[in-house]
């Protein structure tokens, strides 16, 4: 019941902050919730959803190069630019974050509970999107590493 009550709430502040994407991802785990033997699919989104997540993204970012949109011309002009390096330097800082973040997490799993309530309130309230939370954890292990704390 209290998850029942947990993702209602987080509908209910999705809806305030109009976030579509919240809104279409809670009424998709209210609606597995309800499908009996949910708890494997669950597993299996819990354990695949993010790499799926961001394959889709992925996806969306090759679109243009398919398309010719953006060309291998683009991509070498990119590196002539202080903005491109920055662009490069910021995609390389990311990944290696999420990367940290994604080990914090399954060290630390009741920092999750944490990463999602920044996550929503970052997502429903400050136009955020809900890349967030590996990202946060990144950002979060190098935080714990500088001031030298340990996660257990």
Do not use: H
Not at 31 to 40: C, D, E, N, Q, T
Not at 97 to 109: I, K, Y
Not at 135 to 146: D, E, L
């Amino acid at each position: 019941m209290e998850s029942w009550l947990f993702l209602l709430g987080i509908f209910i502040i999705a809806l305030m902050g109009k976030n579509q994407s919240l809104i279409i991802a809670t009424c998709v785990v209210l609606v597995i919730k309800i499908i009996p033997a949910s708890s494997k699919l669950f597993q299996l989104i819990g354990k695949q959803g993010i790499n799926w997540g961001v394959t889709i993204i992925s996806i969306a970012i090759l679109v243009p190069i398919a398309t010719g949109e953006i060309t291998f011309n683009d991509l070498l002009n990119s590196f002539k630019s202080p903005v491109g390096w920055i662009a490069v330097s910021c995609g390389v800082l990311v990944s290696l974050l999420s990367a940290r973040g994604v080990g914090l997490l399954a060290v630390s799993p009741e920092l999750t509970v944490a990463m999602v309530l920044g996550t929503i309130i970052g997502v429903s309230f400050f136009k955020g999107v809900a890349a967030g939370p590996i990202i946060a954890s990144g950002i979060a292990f190098v935080i714990m590493q500088v001031l030298q704390i340990q996660s257990k």
